[in-house]
């Protein structure tokens, strides 16, 4: 009875989550369309609560729950909590957005609820299993996001190229983990690591099965050459979904690669680096030469995504705890440039009109400084510009990669930093120097103008004093590991 009680305890956040997320679509059936605020509020108290839980909930050991499926170390919290601030934080951004476009409904925050806890789950699996599971149920939820707008059918064709490339990722991925199964005769991380240990005979089969794998992941995070489905979902779903996808979900596919590769795989560590290397230098190559040439905003920050998937890798590349610990703090620092830079783009949509193109941001200045001043701090730091937080993470990143002996690798990847910075600065130029095309106001909305301004200064402020995101990376990353 006291192993169900703790099991029970232990996923107390992913119990709240899963039955809110339930609430607010039932909750949705009896509401006028009027009183719809109240899915809001709710679904903002569930993520406010499952933050209290996994605070209160969190000791520096590593506990494991339901048979060793599930695990709750510092790496879990940490990342959780991530999760729900930027959650949170997205869900400030949308509200106005979505209520112009009729999707002010329960089934967006129900779908939004069920992807986070997919992610929940992902982020504390210690089973191929449960990983498996927390990767389906988010995939389906952001599916289902993407093709929310029914009438839309640039949303209804991004969703199927997401779907067929989606499943087919998935598939691969499943099939490297049966490979896995059937060499190391277990499914759970740690057994599987214990017997790489203890050395295993069918180095083929594992090899081979770790393409597989690599691939899925590769899949998930959007690097070359695994890449295709980007740009077209980015730029094919509601901005409001866009946003979900390239920024929250991103946390969840650390945490896949964290479980997989250096808990699970670290032993094959010189196979799966080689694969990286390649898979970080065509995504930086990529990501910034094909970004230069696009004229729609959310395809070029899809680029851009590809590209800081490469500099997320250098931290792996390292196999140390320094670049894991790198790698967290430059996918949190990601995380937060996505959101402040997207949520200037929903500000800037209004109903009827979609802010896509970069000509829409021409004379942003003229018609609001401080939105184009938080613009500028966001591009800044997306260019990785001292003394934003993005100069930071690349530096750590790179430092990582410098220490492990990749010296070639962090001159190219400095080297397509500053390629890179050219269609960040360009949208600075359109904003402060060309002529505004469109005079509309922009839509007072006082919450969300609060939020974002504190979300773009952080950028300029954690990157003056980054001292402290660092350690609690850092934290997570060695007490997971212990």
Known sequence: ???????????????????????????????????????????????????????SS??????YAFNGMFVDDALADVLKLMIYLSASIMLVYTRSYITLRGMFRGEFYALVLFAILGMMIMVSGQHFLTLYMGLELLSLCLYALVALDRDNARATEAAMKYFVLGALASGMLLYGMSMLYGATGSLNISEVSAALISGVQDKPVLVLGLVFIVAGLAFKLGAVPFQMWVPDVYEGSPTAVTLFIASVTKLAAFAFMMRLLIQGLYVLAVDWQGMLIIMAVLSITIGNITAIAQTNIKRMLAYSTISHVGFLLFGFLSASINGYASSMF?????????????????????????????????????????????????MFSMAGVPPTLGFYAKFTVLQAALQAGFIWLVVFAVLMAAVGAYYYLRIVKLMYFDEPQDHTPIANNAEMNMVLSVNAIGLLILGLMPQRLMEICAYAITRSLQ
């Open 58 to 63: 969190h000791a520096p050991s590593v506990g």
């Open 330 to 378: 430059y996918i949190s620092a990601y995380v937060l440039m996505t959101l402040a830079g997207f949520g200037i783009i929903l500000l800037l949509s209004r109903k009827g009109f979609e802010a896509e193109n970069l000509d829409d941001l021409k004379g942003l200045n003229q018609r609001s400084p401080w939105f184009a001043f938080l613009m500028m701090i966001t």
């Open 1 to 55: 009875m006291n192993g169900i009680q703790t099991d029970l305890f232990s996923a107390m956040p992913e119990i709240l989550v899963l039955c809110m997320a339930m609430f607010i679509l039932l909750l949705d059936l009896f509401l006028k369309p009027g009183n719809r605020i109240i899915i809001y509020i709710l679904a903002q108290t569930t993520l406010l609560g499952a933050a209290y839980l996994t605070i």
